[in-house]
């Protein structure tokens, strides 16, 4: 592996570390969240992932809401496990000085996929006060070298108390500098707006909840000191935060980056979807059978009501890269192979978008 593939690669994996975790109206009235709800060191927490929210419109809110999201699906279950500062590896601790810099760190499993480079103890690192819960930054050991990256201002993911109609921003930037190999940079901008409060159903039951937006601009810079080149990557996504009391992490969260939406949710032990079952439910539905792609996958559609039909392919800059269908469907379930869709379509990740008069509904597509 030449030196800018493997710089590129730790590069990819520690913003995919700074982007990880991201995370009730009563009849008595909305909510208000501390620092008492969010995690403590020992918590493990369930969370179900999927890249589809079944056509719920998650950009809806208010006052005294309903948000019903009772029909998600579990495509892959994690773990989230958090530890003391104390916990972590001593080099960790001389950066992000316990209870003084950071007061909880999250665990994640180490990286064994990138081949010569072995990544090990990667944590992610909080600050937890009265006043609000921070993002202070990562660490991770890179072929013995242990790398702690912390932010110059911290990353302020909620101001308390989190209530309806509050609003904050904050700036927060990182370097790391690898002597002979290159420069990683970030700077960021996270714009927080309390939109919304009210009853959340999930498969996992039904919360009274606040709900947070925040919106994030950030610029991601490598530079390559071997071949003195360099680059800058503009990135805007919004996250959609549902936040109860006493549950640690966010109970629903919908991370929006371009056409690529993720899910997750604070769930019970089920087993993840590797299959769909021929009969999908009631309702208005898309899934991509099998995924990755093969010579026999098929959109299985399930309309409520007959209604037109655009079928697409985009890839992740959001461009339409194919046209499946468009034209009146009638109601009921449909079949269509998307073999001669994606055939000459370079390996990758794409979206395919089901858009109804009523609906809109993105699948992550794989080619393998």
């Known amino acids: ?43 493990t927490i ?3 992932t999927n890249f589809t929210t079944n056509g719920v419109d998650y950009t809806l809110t208010g006052e005294n809401y309903n948000w019903d999201f009772s029909g998600l699906t579990s495509l892959i279950q994690t773990v989230d496990t958090f530890a003391s500062v104390g916990s972590v590896p001593f080099f960790y601790q001389l950066v992000f000085i316990p209870n003084l810099v950071a007061n909880l760190a999250q665990k994640y499993s180490d990286i ?29 050991t890179i072929n013995s070298l242990p790398i702690p990256l912390k932010y110059d201002s911290p990353d302020i993911v909620y101001v308390f108390p989190v209530g309806y109609g509050n609003s904050d921003s904050c700036n927060s930037s990182l370097d790391l500098s690898l002597a002979g190999i290159g420069y990683i940079g970030i700077d ?18 039904t919360f009274d909840v606040i709900r947070q937006k925040s919106e994030v601009f950030e610029e991601d810079t490598i530079y ?14 919004i996250e959609y935060k549902w936040i109860g009391n006493n549950h640690g992490i966010p109970l629903l969260q919908v991370t929006e980056e371009g056409l690529v939406v993720t899910v997750q ?3 019970s032990i089920r087993n993840p979807v590797t299959a769909v079952p021929e009969t999908l439910a009631t309702g208005t539905r898309m899934q991509v059978v ?36 468009s034209g009146i469907m009638s109601a009921g379930y449909h079949e269509i192979p998307v073999d001669n869709f994606t ?23 794989i080619i393998p």
């Not at 064994?112 to 921070?134: A, G, L, Q």
């Not at 071997?226 to 990135?235: K, L, M, P, T, V």
């Not at 055939?343 to 597509?365: A, C, D, M, S, W």
Request: proline share 4%; with cysteine.
């Open 224 to 237: 390559i000191d071997s071949i003195g080149f360099g680059f800058a990557i503009n990135r805007e996504y």
């Open 112 to 140: 064994d996929t990138i081949p010569d480079i072995e990544i090990v103890d990667p944590y992610r690192f909080f600050k937890n006060s009265s006043s609000s819960f921070n993002d202070v930054g990562i660490a991770v």
């Open 290 to 325: 099998p995924n990755p792609v093969s010579h026999n996958t098929r959109l299985k559609l399930d309309l409520q009501n007959s209604s037109r039909v655009e079928l697409d392919i985009f890839n992740l800059s959001g461009v339409k890269v194919a046209d499946v269908f």
């Open 188 to 205: 960021r901008k996270r714009v927080n707006h309390v939109d919304g409060w009210g009853t959340l159903e999930t498969p996992n039951g």
């Open 46 to 48: 369930r969370k179900s």
């Open 1 to 43: 592996m030449n030196q800018l593939t493997t710089f590129k690669k730790v590069y990819l994996f520690l913003i995919g570390c700074l982007l990880c975790f991201s995370a009730n109206s009563s009849a008595f009235g909305q909510i208000t969240i501390t620092n008492n709800d969010m995690p403590s060191a020992g918590d």
């Open 343 to 365: 055939r000459h379509l370079p390996k990758g990740i794409y979206i395919v978008q089901f858009k109804t008069e009523k609906h809109l509904i993105n699948q992550k597509l």
């Open 265 to 267: 949710y604070i769930d």
